[in-house]
Every structure is written in C-alpha cells, then in structure tokens.
Nanobody, 124 residues
Framework: QVELVESGGGLVQAGGSLSLSCGAS????????MGWFRQAPGKEREFVAA????????SYAASVKGRFTISRDNAKNTVYLQMNSLKPEDTAVYYC?????????????????WGQGTQVTVSS
C-alpha cells in the first residue's frame, strides 16, 4: 500500500535525453532494491533496470544497457533513471517499483509496490 510517485516523463526527440525520478515519503526504500519497468503500447510490461539497496549492484535490460543509468539517493529516498540516446522504441509508460529484497532482480513478481507510471514518448 506504499505509494510511489514517478516524475520526469515527457516528449523528447530521438537521440535526446530524459531523467526520471521516483520517490515517497518516509524511509520507504530502506533495505530494498528498486527497479524500473516499462510497458509499451501493445506489449507486456518489461524490466528496464534495477539497483540494490546500497547501490553495490545494478542490472539492466539488454535493450537499454549503455544508454540508461539507474541510481539512487537514499538520503532523499529517491530513485532515478537517466535515459540517454533515446529511441522511438523506448516509448512506454515507465513504472518505479520497490523490491522485496535487498538485491536487484529482473523478476516482476519480486516487487511489492508500484507507482502509477509516467509516460515517455520518443519521436523520430
């Protein structure tokens, strides 16, 4: 029942950059890995990136590796997704999620709280 809030979505041209953030009040993310997922029109929700509680480990989908960077600031209780070299195929609703464990995972079922999503649209 924890409410996560994403922000930073919008419209950007191919090759451009966009930065997403996700936060909540209190120490909501304490001891938890955090992840970003996305769902494009007509497609299933897919894993994008995840980061461990202390940022010792990160995981990225092959489609975004080298272009996206996930980070977190635990003092601010905020998770970020820096997206560079955006492509039209990156167009999707992006969701922030809280993991059930300290370590990152690509498995959607290992997350127990989700934001409402923020729309990212990349034009060609």
């Amino acid at each position: 029942q924890v409410e996560l809030v994403e922000s930073g979505g919008g419209l950007v041209q191919a090759g451009g950059s966009l930065s997403l953030s996700c936060g909540a009040s209190g120490r909501t993310f304490s001891g938890r890995a955090m992840g970003w997922f996305r769902q494009a029109p007509g497609k299933e929700r897919e894993f994008v990136a995840a980061i461990s509680w202390t940022s010792y480990s990160t995981s990225y989908a092959a489609s975004v590796k080298g272009r996206f960077t996930i980070s977190r600031d635990n003092a601010k209780n905020t998770v970020y997704l820096q997206m560079n070299s955006l492509k039209p195929e990156d167009t999707a609703v992006y969701y922030c999620a809280r993991g059930t464990l300290i370590a990152p995972t690509t498995q959607e079922e290992r997350y127990d709280s989700w934001g409402q999503g923020t729309q990212v649209t990349v034009s060609s």
